[in-house]
């Protein structure tokens, strides 16, 4: 009877692997006459997918070959940064004091306005912890207020970063005092025939100056320009042209660090809070908390996955470099440890790669399919960490910067994976949901891709192909 049952068993087994065999093959076919007819002519592609389910490789074209991950690196830094820090750590901007507070609301001492490179930081954020100084019972400050910036080094950019992308607020100039993600929103209204349109910028400031040489409805004059005079490093927003309808863009601002103090000092004031005297310094040890805002990590995760968004990529990776320094980190020391944490999570024969950066927007960061599918698998592995990290991915059809991708009834919510865009590259990487249940982990990495719409086709093909 054992033996029958036995026999039973390494039966049915035998039929699912041929089974599965058999599902493999034809997907590696699909997967084959997809590259072979709808690759971009002069571009290149390199693919792998791995069954997760049966804990076996499906497809691989090119797997080893080093690409231009672009923002599919932050899958890595996403990756460490919940391995290393930990789902409940938490960035911490803080305001902190030497001095006393005297019955007649007069604080004397110093005071410190500590950054922890909160990518999220908010102006709502600022006013909130103004008013909790206020509700302590300040109304003066006799003393000096200090921003205190020695989190890392004044290196604000990655290596290999693009010099002319430095208006665009994608690249802000990083520092550990950061407010509205280092850039600030402008907008431009036409108004009467022949008067200058209205500027609004935001948040408003004193800090940033508008330069406002347009006109509205003046077609003797060229189109309307929204610009910062980003090569000579100058905060003037210079709007010139025809104004006909409302415009708006984003602006990175020179000197996140000058910006977030110079809003401070006006909404202390605005609070009612007198001080006199400011300055840049490091806090010393034993001082009093007067307010803080604390981010946790996840939700900083969440968004440089979700809405690819940058700064809270490097933030993530300039806190792991912490963990070796804690006092003027620098990319470096960054760089160190998250090759380090690779090295331990995939084994030093197994790492061929180069990491300048959090983001991907360096041009000198180069990683092959075969690091990425691996690092998934051990997010797979891993339940805790595949909660979170599945959550917080783009899903297909649904959010994030896949919300417009693969919204068909075959394959919407079935693919949850991170988009890499640069010029030249096109990446896509994460998890496919099968018809039968299995679930893969896929990464492809389309490089000489100056067109993105047809690279994206074959990611959206070859995805497709794992869904049915």
């Known amino acids: 009877m054992k033996l029958t049952k036995l026999f039973t068993t390494l039966t049915v087994l035998f039929f699912c692997g041929t089974v599965f065999a058999a599902k493999n093959r034809a997907i590696s076919n699909k997967i084959d006459s997809i590259i072979i007819n709808q690759l971009p002519a002069g571009t290149d592609v390199a ?26 690196m932050k899958l890595i830094t996403s990756t460490a940064a919940l391995s290393c820090l930990g789902a409940d750590y938490c960035f911490e901007t803080s305001i902190r004091t030497t001095g006393t507070i005297s019955a007649d609301s007069v604080l004397t001492g110093d005071v410190y306005v500590v950054g922890d490179l909160d990518p999220l930081f908010m102006e709502q954020d600022m006013k909130r912890m103004i008013a909790d100084m206020k509700a302590k019972g300040i109304n003066r400050i006799n003393g000096t207020v200090y921003a205190d910036i020695s989190l890392m080094d004044s290196v604000y950019w990655g290596s290999g970063w693009s010099w002319d992308d430095t208006p665009s607020s994608f690249q802000p100039y990083i520092s550990p005092l950061m407010v509205h993600g280092g850039y600030v929103g402008v907008s431009v209204s036409p108004t009467r025939t022949g008067q ?50 409302s415009q708006a863009t984003d602006l990175s601002i020179v000197g996140s660090a000058d910006f977030f103090f110079s809003l401070f000092q006006e909404y202390l004031a605005a609070a009612g809070i007198r001080a006199t005297n400011f300055g840049w310094g490091e806090c010393p040890g034993g001082t009093d908390l007067l307010a803080k805002k604390t981010r946790p990590l996840t939700e900083v995760l969440t968004e440089a996955l979700k809405e690819s968004d940058n700064l809270c990529a490097e933030a993530m990776f300039l806190h792991l470099g912490k963990l070796g320094v804690r006092k003027g980190v620098t990319f470096k020391d960054a760089i160190k440890y998250e090759e380090n944490f690779l090295k331990r999570l995939l084994g030093v024969n197994k790492v061929n790669c180069n990491i300048a950066d959090g983001c991907g927007l360096s041009m000198y960061d180069y990683v092959s399919p075969s690091i990425i599918v691996e690092m998934l698998s051990h997010i797979y592995n891993d339940e805790k960490l595949y909660n979170i990290m599945y959550k917080a991915l783009p899903i297909s059809g649904v959010d994030g910067t896949l919300r417009g ?22 990446t896509l990487a994460g998890y496919a949901k099968g018809v039968d249940g299995r679930d893969f982990a896929f990464c492809i990495m389309n490089e000489g891709a100056i067109s993105m719409s047809p690279s994206r086709r074959v990611q959206d093909a070859i995805c497709t192909v794992l869904c049915e």
């Open 405 to 426: 991708r693969m919204g068909s009834k075959n394959t919407i919510r079935k693919i949850h994976a991170k988009t890499g865009t640069v010029t030249g590259s096109c």
């Open 47 to 72: 693919v792998m997918v791995y069954d997760l389910t049966n804990d076996t490789c499906v497809y691989a074209y090119r797997d080893g070959v080093l690409s231009r991950p672009a923002s599919v």
């Open 196 to 245: 200058p349109p209205k500027v609004n910028i935001y948040p408003q400031n004193s800090f940033v100056k508008i330069e406002n040489t347009a006109i509205t409805g003046d077609n003797r004059l060229g189109p309307l320009t929204i610009r910062r005079d980003w090569l000579h490093n100058d905060n003037t927003i210079i709007v010139s042209g025809n104004s006909v309808k």
